[in-house]
């Protein structure tokens, strides 16, 4: 038996599953995910824990690098990137390819799953992917762990 909420989400999904299909796009998929990796990096550098770190736009291709933004041992020399490869968003660490990500609808479910390639296509979250990606770039180094 359905609670009240998981009735009120299915009514929503029913309602808004072309909405949610439109989205199920690399592009959209793209957008959202960098929004996310955004947002984490910002989290990440107002905790003051040090190096700080930065997302930037890389010229003439859909992408973007987490780069190191201080001037220590590990400026530019360790960093992530995320672009668009064929049909998927692949995710590299120092140019190599460390996993890719495709949206996948869901007609059952109603909704977009984001598979990742090296987990045996599990559907992961955006927070998740954008802590697959960046999680061992923000926390390593002498200020691992972290002390938040």
Do not use: H
């Not at 909420?5 to 808004?16: A, I, L, N, S, T």
Request: hydrophobic share 30%; aromatic share 8%; net charge neutral.
């Amino acid at each position: 038996m359905m609670t009240i909420e998981e009735r009120k989400e299915q009514e929503r999904k029913q309602k808004e599953w072309v909405k949610a299909r439109l989205n199920c796009t690399i592009k959209a998929v793209y957008t959202c995910l960098v929004t996310n990796i955004r947002y984490d990096v910002n989290i990440y550098n107002e905790s003051g824990i040090k190096p700080e770190f930065e997302v930037v736009d890389i010229d003439g291709i859909d992408g973007v690098i987490i780069r190191n933004t201080t001037s220590n041992n590990y400026a530019g020399k360790d960093y992530v990137t995320v672009r668009f490869k064929d049909s998927c968003l692949e995710i590299s660490r120092n140019e190599k390819r460390e996993f890719t990500v495709k949206p996948k609808w869901d007609q059952a479910a109603l909704e977009c799953k984001l598979l990742v390639e090296n987990d045996n296509d599990a559907p992961l979250s955006y927070p998740q992917i954008s802590q697959k990606a960046i999680g061992g770039l923000l926390f390593k180094g002498p200020d691992y762990p972290p002390t938040i």
